[in-house]
């Protein structure tokens, strides 16, 4: 995958020497916040500019947002459906592969 760039647009500075006050969406993640709606100031090169990275400001930067109790219930509900198989309706402690459709206890029963 080519990142697409434009070095005029922002500041460029090489690998390890951005300055003190921008952070990649990483490094954010990382610190627990997220860019909140602020496009990146600078970017970070390196492999010879076939890498970017884009650095946002810290003090624009806004805390990681919390789901809530019904959005992680939807994820658990989606996730345990990744674990129930089709075929036999048991709920397995890993995800189905989509390959088979069903686990590998019904797809060793069933070879197709």
């Not at 080519?2 to 990483?26: I, K, M, Q, S």
């Not at 970017?52 to 810290?58: G, M, Q, S, T």
């Not at 994820?75 to 709920?91: S, W």
Request: hydrophobic fraction near 30%; aromatic fraction near 10%.
């Amino acid at each position: 995958m080519t990142t697409v760039y434009d070095p005029t647009e922002f500041a460029t500075y090489p690998y390890r020497l951005a300055p003190d006050g921008l952070a990649t969406r990483r490094q954010l993640r990382a610190a627990g916040l997220r860019p909140g709606g602020h496009d990146p100031v600078a970017q970070i090169l390196w492999r010879r500019g076939k890498r970017v990275a884009y650095l946002y400001r810290l003090d624009l930067a806004a805390p990681k947002r919390t789901a809530t109790p019904a959005q992680r219930e939807a994820i658990a509900k989606a996730l345990r459906a990744r674990r129930t198989c089709r075929t036999c309706g048991q709920v397995k402690p890993y995800y189905i592969p989509r390959r088979y459709g069903c686990c590998f206890d019904c797809h060793e029963g069933n070879p197709s």
